[in-house]
């Protein structure tokens, strides 16, 4: 089924809307309530609005809009999958055959994914989750899941849904509501704090680090350049995508570069802060100029002494390389990805399938990362 209108349906507590494009919803509504929920920039109007325009993948919008007595209290982005090279590489791991399209909420590119609903209306979240499989039916998907959702309640709840869920991948994630960059920096002993203020320095040393915009040409360029040394396919992060989500999100980038002598943008932390969250989703690196990330170290200060003065109290630094991103002082946030389906015999194969994908994402420590992906 394609929709064209919003598509109406009443839970016992809530009305729910269907659409089929961010476009037909007005962006400030939409926005109260990813703020008020805590949201963070992969929820937003914008980030949602970037996916549409240059889809990494086939993708239907279907995002869920919850009322009460005339009000949105709660949001669900969305989307019908037809083809995701992400999903694909899950299933293959997995050995699932979905037997179709997948209603997922939203996206695995996203750092954030599932349902939010502004405080005191947190019931909203059952009332979309039930829509979710609704809307699954009506448009023939026999699965329905939600991507990226964090460790914490909203796993919790999909649990207690009939979920089956594997631990797919591991966030990290810095906590930066201290009076000083120097607080911040107190969880170290006082020889590990040394440590990391020479290493910073010298990380610094040839390199210029700034918090600058980048254009989105170097922006691509970087980030396939640092995708192909690690052996991860560019379609994961298409070239009109990453165009789209500059364009999109200018308004709350918060970007830190790295240039050499010769003024040369050679690594990028690409990020945007929506409230007071900050997510740094992107690392690009000229891996013809750098064998790895020398300026590491100097980005990673200069970012944390801006979220720090800036009053900015979550920094997510992304997946991957999760024993460097500790020494920052960022804790692990496991992610899930979260499947069910109306049939018995089709649920108890989702939780066999979500066992046999953690345990083929399973990487060193609590890190779960997919062994050909760095993103």
Known sequence: MTLTEPMPEVSERHRIEVRASIDTIDSAEWNRVVAQAGGTIFHTWEWLAAFEDAPPGRFEPRHLLAYRDGAL?????????HECPRLSYLTDLAQ?????????????AALDGGPLAVPGHQD???????????????????????????????????????????HITTSYRCDTDVPSARDYWGFATGRLRRKLEKERR???????????????????????????SRGTPTDVLPEAFLHAINSR???????????????????????WQ????????????????LAHFVPYRAMAARLIQSAVSTGVTTVDLGRSNGVEKRKLGARPVPLYLALNTSDRAGQAALHAACRR???????????????KRCC
Request: with cysteine; hydrophobic share 45%.
């Open 202 to 228: 010298v990380s610094g040393r040839d390199h210029t680090v700034a918090e600058t915009p980048t254009d989105a040409d170097t922006l691509v360029r970087l980030v396939h350049s640092i995708l192909k």
């Open 73 to 81: 209290v709660a949001v669900c982005p969305a989307y019908l999958v």
């Open 124 to 166: 909203a979240l059952v009332s979309l989750l039930a829509a979710l499989r609704t809307a699954a039916g009506d448009d023939g998907a026999r699965t329905w899941g939600v991507a990226n959702a964090p460790a914490g309640g909203l796993a919790g709840l999909l649990l207690r849904h009939g979920y089956a869920t594997a």
């Open 249 to 271: 999100l200018a308004p709350y980038e918060r970007t830190v570069t790295a240039a050499d002598a010769e003024d040369r943008t050679v690594a990028v932390f690409a990020g």
């Open 96 to 108: 699932l055959d979905l037997g179709g399209p997948v209603l997922l909420a939203h996206s695995l």
């Open 357 to 371: 994908l953690e345990q083929r994402c399973q990487g060193p420590d609590e890190q779960l990362d997919m062994a």
């Open 274 to 289: 929506f409230g007071r969250n900050r997510s740094m989703w992107l690392a690009g690196l000229d891996t013809e100029r």
